[in-house]
């Protein structure tokens, strides 16, 4: 182990092992599989690329990356920045304002307290916030989102899948790319053509893509369609 300013450097050997940081520090956590880490308070970095990881955040600023899937992240109460890799992990920020980035699919990505920037990865994820103004971006695959109790806002690009919102509420934002998927769509008016009602869920569908809104009938829309939309 050698030492770092204020904290120590950590590299794991052995899987299976439960690892503590200094507890004061800023430390550096280097190569884990199977372990489990708590960092303690501080500004950490882990960096663990041999899956099913449990990382657990302090109090500090953390920057987590934890590859290969399989991994359990519990955010602290600073403002930290997770990025997760492979299929099936599990995100759960802290109270900070925290960036999660999700990987494969089959993600959990929850949002905590703050004010969250959530994105998702390449495959089918879950994603949810908390009292916070959250942003989620939707990934390539079909998302699921709930937003949360604060004022979101749902990021949408080209290229991706069948994506739903669960809790659309008043406050609430879609932000949808200009000419998205090859649309000609420049306005929150040039989207009403593409708002269809299905079972009394709204269903924007821009050519493969699709974005459903449960709960909030096409027709609601339809006649406000900018307290929905915004176009960038």
Known sequence: M???PGGAYITDTHAGQ???GSGFGDDIFLHFAHDTVDTGDGDNLVYSTG???EVNLGDGYDVVFAYNG???IGGGSGTDIITVGGHDN???AGSGNDVIYGGQGGDFLLGGSGNDDIHAGSGTEFMSGDGGNNVFYAGAGDDTIVGGSGDNTFVFGSGGGKNVIVDFHDGDSIQIAHNINGL????PQDL???VTDDHG???ITLGHESITLLNIKAEDIHNNPTGYFHIT
């Open 2 to 4: 050698a030492t770092v």
């Open 18 to 20: 439960v690892i503590h």
């Open 51 to 53: 899956g099913h990881a």
């Open 70 to 72: 399989h991994n359990l």
């Open 90 to 92: 599990t995100v759960q």
């Open 184 to 187: 000609n769509i420049s306005t």
């Open 192 to 194: 009403l053509s593409h």
């Open 201 to 203: 869920n709204a269903v």
